[in-house]
């Protein structure tokens, strides 16, 4: 039986009984609809009006439907949609040296596709093919993904414990100067790491953790990867999180907001490491994209504002600063407008789903007392102390 897309506009009864009945049950959902997003807003069906702090998860950095980011795609839409990657579209190649020439460095190179856990997989290939070594150390707590390549990097008993055996010669060490280093032996492949671990609560590594890191690779050959698939494109406030460390790796990977609301991914490779991969080591029918690739060529046109950073991170300052006023909140961390707060006593989930139904406000819970808030970058000052008042409201 087919279903006409001319009818009427499902309720949201309707819609979670589709869910019900035609999907596979891995989401969470809210009791929501949104059919409808502008900027820092989005409308659900009956015309109610969110504040939305989480954007697509650190997707919608430019805020929804940009309208550089819109028009980009609408255009490149009427010429070309798709052809294979063996012929040369310019909007993937132009893409690549933008990213190529705006990270690692001088002889940088890039592999795109189609989300963060492909341009992971990318990485862990990349690393095994660059030395004659297999183990990869990752971070506890960590999350890279859920392909089994990125899952096998993702050490987090809940989400591996399901579908072992997972893919071997992955160590996991603590996110301390201790750990990397007795970690990293001359088998080490790669360090992969998140310079701010998003999906287990906001938590930044120390910047002498990531200088050991870099000095663990450096001795034995390794590669040091860092995961940017979140933390990057302005998030916490420079264009990538590296570059307010001291390190620089070798290896990033990039996704979420690149694409500006379409799904994109991709592998960076610094100059040492930019030629290690061969033709037929990897690929993917869709990377590179001509529509996508125009709508992330808009994106990084705004995203890389010269005075995005500064914006970002006093924003994300008024942010941490009226929510650490709070009662009951214990712990504020993060940088520029990727937030994290833990509550006295838990019940982050519950907070979260309060603020959907009763402030229409959305963020997200990453566990039993840590909420998270990624809103878009395009956030002014009254919508922070909006939604501020919105928490404060719920938890007064």
């Known amino acids: 039986m087919t279903t006409s897309t001319n009818q009427s506009p499902a309720t949201l009864e309707q819609l979670q009984a589709l869910d019900d009945a035609y999907t596979i049950d891995t989401y969470a959902r809210y009791p929501m609809d949104a059919v409808r997003g502008e900027g820092v807003r989005l409308w659900d069906a009956a015309g109610t009006e969110y504040l939305d702090f989480l954007a697509g998860i650190s997707v919608s950095n ?23 990657n063996l012929v040369h579209t310019e909007p993937a190649l132009r893409l690549a040296e933008r990213l190529a020439t705006n990270s690692l460095g001088e002889g940088s190179k890039v592999f795109l596709c189609n989300s963060g856990a492909e341009a ?14 297999g183990d990869i150390v990752v971070v506890r707590e960590g999350f890279h993904g859920r392909t089994y390549g990125a899952l ?70 390794a590669a040091l990867m860092f995961d940017e698939i979140q933390t990057g494109l302005g998030r916490t406030g420079p264009l990538w999180r590296f570059q307010a460390t001291p390190v620089v790796p070798d290896v990033m990977t990039s996704a979420k907001a690149l694409g500006g609301g379409l799904p994109i991914g991709a ?32 994106t990084l046109d705004v995203l890389m504002d010269p005075a995005l950073p500064a914006r970002t991170e006093a924003l994300g300052a008024r942010l ?77």
């Open 62 to 84: 430019v805020g929804h439907c940009h309208p550089a980011v819109v028009e980009a795609i609408r255009e490149q839409a009427g010429t070309l949609l798709h052809v294979s």
């Open 120 to 133: 992971v997989e990318a990485a862990l290939k990349l690393s095994r093919r660059a030395k004659s070594a």
């Open 152 to 221: 096998s990097a993702t050490p987090q008993e809940a989400k591996q414990a399901p579908f072992a055996p997972l893919v071997p010669g992955f160590i996991v060490a603590e996110p301390t100067i201790e750990g990397i280093t007795n970690a990293v032996t001359a088998n080490t492949a790669a360090v992969l790491i998140e310079p701010i671990r998003g999906e287990s609560g906001v938590w930044p590594v120390p910047d002498d953790v990531l200088v050991a890191a870099r000095e663990a690779c450096d001795a034995v050959g």
């Open 267 to 298: 592998m960076i490779a610094g100059p040492r490491l930019a030629n290690t991969l061969q033709r037929g080591d990897h690929g993917s029918t869709f990377a590179g994209s001509p529509i996508i690739a125009a709508g992330a060529l808009a």
């Open 320 to 396: 941490r600063d009226g929510i650490s006023r709070l009662p009951g909140v214990t712990t504020v961390r993060g940088a520029g407008l990727m937030v994290g707060f833990d509550l006295e006593g838990g019940g982050a989930p519950e907070l979260a789903m309060r603020a959907l139904s009763e402030q229409r406000l959305l963020l997200n819970a990453t566990g039993p007392q840590t909420i998270r808030l990624l809103p878009p970058l395009v956030v002014n000052e009254e919508q922070i102390d909006d939604a501020v008042g919105r928490l404060g409201a719920l938890l007064g």
